[in-house]
């Protein structure tokens, strides 16, 4: 099955681009040279602006702020990969951000048990989105719009209004630093990036690629696609968990709706890091890229001077310039 | 997805009688909006059970006030999603009219006759913008509404400081709070409105042209239909009918907030999705679209009228909105219309 899939996989994107596919423009937009690129050009600005932007704790405290959207749109990117939308992104990571403040577990043994309860719930709620869409073919975004309204109101369940504490060992050793120089939470972050780049070379992650750029054809080269389809909402959903534990070391305390505003952010993120939102192109490290670049033009802008209230305008504006710069190169790199 | 999805048995209906697909489509389309119509009835019927105030007219009443904003607004994501796209910026161009309508209109301003249309011109104009980007600059349309989205509302804490003030125009408020031959205005509006979105998506050649597109574009390019005008309609006639919404939530509650359209965005594209319309765009109505919003609004009252605590009731809710999903499923339908014939 393995080597149908491969050569199917390979085939598509080949087919798709004409006869000299592998130009170095081309290949640098399915990469993430761009938004890496981005991301350099404005961290050079924001060193510009505030010398102390290079400093071990500076360096840290972005990390931390970037970490919950970086995981989150990760999650997010899977699905997408796979021609699909995942609207329960929101409803996890508040209920997980819930279960942290209300049932504070200390010490690392407790920091551990929340992990995986993060990660059980994750994986719960991925798996019934997967059932639903994979088995039952339910439009994806309308049964994870069902079931994050039910894990938010499973979340308001549990704590009404913001509050709690999150224990002491999560928010200060998830948000310190190792050896006071490397950051905890961009450690999570490159461990799932690594996780990642070991996954997609596995069968399933052909078979992800595959079916998100032409499923009936994935179907016919032997493809599981329901299992495959199954998987990546569970781990998208493991991948959301993760999301909230960070959020929740980094915010200390419960919100039943503390996902909401990263339900958005990450498809932005998803989108700024170039993953084609019709499935088959895109890597997660792209979109890990795409969330650390939203979160860093918001530091940029505050040192700049920018009133807070105009940070939507120049999110906006830098996604759609991403999008069409990004566009432009696949283009030109097609025509080559 | 789609092609997946094809049954053999379907395969074999087809060949064994010829050409059977316009009535086979129209058949699965009124069966859905059919059955969404019933279930709003027997919900409404059926909560007298549950609390004796309930199931009356003043709650039908009620219920279609409510719905209103939601219909309004489903309109616009129903044509947007017809053609294939999605419009995430409806929240924020609903906030955008319902703002500009008391900052410069106010409540009893002598131009308020030419200020609204403004309003909703500029409403209008910010659609036209989102069509701009997602036909010529080959931006997703998820991420150019959603772009925008971002991009108004931010617009809007700036220009407002993040107090917003003013007081509702007096049109709205007579829309929203009026009586006309003793029925409440909005509930007249109602009617109104479904009947020239219905006659515009089903019965005008415009209409026709979004359903070609949504089905394929290429086909529809060759058999002569004004491609590209007809790809940015949706989204101009999306945004003019969020800032309507905008003003309708201002006469309601008289008066402009910066998260007043926020609430709404996933119910308009479940409405969209619940009365039938496929997300990938080509196939639903507006009847089956007004249904879904109809029964939304009448579950949301009758699950607050029951006094349970807020968390259950989104639980609720949620598992309403799954099991709406699962029953109405396409597959369901069609299988139900191969019975009948």
Same mark, same amino acid.
Request: overall charge positive.
């Given at each position: 099955?393995?080597?149908?899939?491969?050569?199917? %996989?390979?085939?598509?994107?080949?087919?798709?681009?004409?006869?000299?596919? $592998?130009?170095?423009?081309?290949?640098?937009?399915?990469?993430?040279?761009?938004?890496?690129?981005?991301?350099?050009?404005?961290?050079?600005?924001?060193?510009?602006?505030?010398? $102390?932007?290079?400093?071990?704790?500076?360096?840290?405290?972005? @990390?931390?702020?970037?970490?919950p959207l970086a995981l989150a749109a990760a999650g997010q990117t899977l699905v997408v990969l796979s021609r699909g939308f995942d609207l329960s992104i929101a409803g996890v990571i508040s209920l997980c951000n819930v279960v942290l403040a209300v049932y504070p577990l200390e010490g690392p043994g407790g920091a551990l048990v929340s992990m995986l309860l993060c990660?059980? &719930?994750?994986?719960?709620?991925? %798996?019934?989105?997967?059932?639903?869409?994979?088995?039952?073919?339910?439009?994806?975004? %309308?049964?994870?719009?069902?079931?994050?309204?039910?894990?938010?109101?499973?979340?308001?369940? &549990?704590?009404?209004?913001?509050?709690?504490?999150?224990?002491?060992?999560?928010?200060?050793?998830?948000?310190? $630093?190792?050896?006071?120089?490397?950051?905890?939470?961009?450690?999570?972050?490159?461990?799932?990036?690594?996780?990642?780049?070991?996954?997609?070379?596995?069968?399933?992650?052909?078979?992800?690629?595959?079916?998100?750029?032409?499923?009936?054809?994935?179907?016919?080269?032997?493809?599981?696609?329901?299992?495959?389809?199954?998987?990546?909402?569970? @781990?998208?959903?493991?991948?959301?968990?993760?999301?909230?534990?960070?959020?929740?070391?980094?915010?200390?305390?419960?919100?039943?709706?503390?996902?909401?505003?990263?339900?958005?952010?990450? !498809?932005?993120?998803?989108?700024?890091?170039?993953?084609?939102?019709?499935?088959?192109r895109g890597g997660l490290f792209a979109s890990v890229m795409g969330a650390a670049t939203l979160t860093l033009l918001q530091k940029v802008l505050f040192s700049s001077g920018v009133s807070s209230f105009y940070t939507g305008l120049f999110q906006g504006v830098v996604l759609i310039v991403a999008v069409v710069f990004s566009g432009l190169l696949t283009r030109i790199g097609e025509r080559k | 997805m789609t092609v997946m999805n094809e049954n053999p048995t379907s395969q074999a209906r087809f060949q064994q009688s010829g050409d059977t697909r316009r009535s086979a489509r129209i058949s699965a389309e009124t069966v859905s909006t059919l059955a969404v119509a019933i279930l709003c009835v027997a919900l409404l019927v059926g909560a007298r059970f549950i609390s004796p105030s309930l199931g009356s007219w003043s709650q039908v009443e009620t219920v279609l006030v409510l719905g209103s904003f939601l219909v309004v607004l489903s309109f616009g994501q129903g044509l947007v999603i017809l053609t294939g796209g999605l419009d995430l910026s409806l929240p924020a161009v609903a906030t955008l009219g319902g703002i500009l309508a008391t900052n410069w209109v106010g409540a009893s301003d002598p131009g308020a006759w030419y200020l609204l249309p403004l309003v909703l011109l500029v409403c209008g104009c910010v659609g036209f913008l989102s069509a701009a980007g997602i036909v010529w600059l080959k931006v997703p349309p998820f991420i150019m509404t959603l772009a925008m989205s971002i991009i108004v509302s931010s617009l809007l804490l700036g220009y407002t400081k993040g107090t917003p003030r003013g007081a509702a125009p007096d049109a709205a408020v007579a829309l929203m709070k009026g009586h006309l031959l003793g029925l409440p205005a909005p509930v007249l509006f109602l009617v109104a409105f479904v009947l020239l979105g219905w006659l515009f998506q089903s019965r005008s050649i415009y209409g026709r042209y979004l359903y070609a597109i949504g089905t394929n574009v290429e086909a529809a390019r060759i058999a002569?239909?004004?491609?590209?005008?007809? $790809?940015?309609?949706?989204?101009?006639?999306?945004?003019v009918s969020a800032g309507f919404a905008g003003l309708m939530l201002v006469g309601y509650s008289s008066g402009a907030t910066l998260r007043m359209g926020d609430s709404y965005l996933?119910?308009?594209?479940?409405?969209?999705?619940?009365?039938?319309?496929?997300?990938?765009?080509?196939?639903?109505?507006?009847?089956?679209?007004?249904?879904?919003?109809?029964?939304?609004?009448?579950?949301?009252?009758?699950?607050?009228? &029951?006094?349970?605590? !807020?968390?259950?009731?989104?639980?609720?809710e949620g598992a309403i909105v799954l099991t709406a999903l699962l029953l109405l499923r396409e597959e369901l339908f069609q299988k139900l219309g191969s019975l009948w014939r």
């Open positions: 099955m393995s080597d149908i899939a491969t050569t199917s %996989a390979a085939a598509l994107p080949a087919a798709r681009s004409g006869p000299a596919p $592998r130009h170095r423009l081309w290949r640098l937009t399915q990469g993430a040279g761009l938004i890496l690129g981005l991301y350099v050009l404005l961290y050079a600005l924001y060193a510009y602006q505030q010398p $102390r932007a290079l400093d071990a704790y500076a360096i840290a405290a972005l @990390m931390n702020n970037t970490a990660l059980a &719930i994750g994986g719960a709620v991925g %798996a019934v989105n997967g059932w639903l869409v994979a088995y039952l073919r339910l439009q994806s975004i %309308a049964a994870t719009l069902a079931t994050m309204i039910i894990c938010q109101g499973i979340a308001l369940v &549990i704590l009404n209004a913001p509050g709690g504490y999150v224990s002491e060992w999560i928010a200060d050793e998830l948000t310190g $630093r190792l050896w006071g120089a490397v950051p905890v939470s961009g450690l999570a972050v490159a461990a799932v990036v690594g996780l990642w780049l070991l996954v997609r070379r596995t069968d399933y992650g052909v078979a992800l690629y595959a079916i998100g750029a032409d499923e009936p054809a994935a179907a016919l080269s032997g493809v599981n696609v329901r299992r495959t389809r199954f998987l990546t909402f569970v @781990m998208a959903g493991m991948l959301y968990g993760l999301a909230g534990l960070m959020l929740s070391a980094q915010t200390a305390t419960g919100n039943p709706n503390s996902g909401a505003p990263l339900l958005l952010l990450s !498809f932005a993120a998803v989108a700024l890091g170039g993953t084609s939102l019709s499935g088959g | 002569g239909a004004p491609v590209t005008a007809m $790809r940015i309609l949706p989204y101009v006639i999306s945004a996933l119910p308009s594209i479940a409405a969209v999705v619940i009365g039938g319309s496929s997300i990938l765009g080509g196939r639903g109505t507006f009847l089956g679209t007004v249904g879904g919003a109809i029964l939304l609004t009448t579950l949301g009252t009758i699950i607050s009228a &029951i006094g349970l605590e !807020f968390g259950l009731r989104t639980i609720i």
